[in-house]
């Protein structure tokens, strides 16, 4: 059985689905993230944001993270899902999910594997403003 | 020996290519190439940071490279 | 604008409905919390579970968690929606969805929002086994 | 005066109702109301504690019950 779930596309992310993969009969809880493309920066409108990706390392960063959230949680199966190309305010950029007998590993699992991908997964964003663009994070 | 190198986010804006092939000296350090780099690009001055993956894999700054292998700069990330 | 959804309802609950409920420009993150019905209890295989609640207090008392986790976390929208009734092994008693500019604040109110629901929400379920059913939680 | 009394989760099935109008003396407290309730169904006995909420919110054993009020007990919960 496959417990982890690990995809890059440029197909809109479905929440349903990355439910689907972790929901189990032994399972009873499940918890989600969701990124969304939020409309502001530091208080300046973004009007839409690019992602880029160096897919093949950036899969096997995402499988990395799976299979130690696995390890370090009691999860039973965890889901990470990422867009690439260009999203529009409200789309979503990533889903995180993951199920377990209990409530707590759920939520420390999604909590761990979002904070680590902005960390490690190489995955770029470029925010779009109504007068240019700005690669985020790369002036830290 | 020749590294095929690859530049993502901001680094492909900064030295206006996504893949290069770059020859430097045989058991070359990542530390020595990215002393090369910097000579060959100074504008990647103008970010604090990267870190390099080889053969897709973040490595160290002592890593001997070898003939063939693929080395991606990789600015700071801002995936999610 | 409303910044709250509570719901009781005998007919299947909705992950989408809940997310578009919380869902807004100007927010980067979404948690959501779903509660499933898992196959055992201590070892034991659970046929189904039966939901009861007193309704109108447990409404009041899911609207209280959500005032208190819009002023304990700096979230945008909580939903609460629960089930009542008969459910069967896999289906979903509980729904939470929070979102928020920053995904941290989601994280906390989805965990204390269903930590606290089932401290004080008058909700009961009753496990059905192939010899006999049980109120869970009667003899703590 | 005469007191709604509503029975959810185990206690219903202790008590064999859902629902009962029971009658206490004027000025009577949540505690003497419980102590009156145990007295009249002692299978009560049989849950370790439970809650009472006065008019759909928990209440104290110190607090006056009054004509008309709705008391619910609430055996410890197991919702989500």
């Given amino acids: 059985m496959k417990r982890t779930s690990i995809k890059i596309t440029s197909k809109k992310l479905d929440l349903q689905e990355c439910y689907n993969f ?3 009969d032994s399972c009873g809880g499940i918890s989600a993230f969701i990124g969304t493309v939020r409309n502001d920066t530091q208080g300046k409108e973004v009007l839409q944001l690019d992602f880029s990706t160096y897919k093949p390392m950036a899969i096997k960063e995402m499988q990395k993270i799976a299979d130690l959230a696995l ?4 999860i039973h199966k965890i889901a990470i899902h990422h867009a690439e190309g260009m999203l529009q305010i409200g789309e979503i950029p990533v889903i995180i999910t993951a199920s377990s007998k209990h409530r707590k590993a759920t939520f420390e699992a999604c909590e761990f594997a979002i904070d680590t991908l902005k960390e490690t997964v190489p995955i770029w964003k470029k925010e779009y403003f109504s007068d240019g663009e700005v690669w985020v994070n790369a002036h830290p | 020996m020749k590294i095929q190198t690859l530049f993502f986010g901001i680094t492909s804006d900064l030295v206006e290519t996504n893949d290069l092939e770059i020859t430097i000296s045989e058991n070359s350090s990542i530390n020595d190439f990215k002393v090369f780099l910097k000579k060959k690009y100074p504008k990647l001055e103008n970010i604090n940071s990267y870190a390099i993956a080889v053969n897709e894999t973040y490595a160290e700054g002592n890593l001997i490279l070898k003939e063939g292998d693929v080395v ?3 600015p700071p990330v801002s995936g999610g």
Same sequence: chains 1, 3.
């Fill in chain 1, 71 to 74: 390890e370090k949680f009691p």
């Fill in chain 1, 22 to 24: 972790v929901e189990d």
């Fill in chain 2, 72 to 74: 991606a700069i990789i």
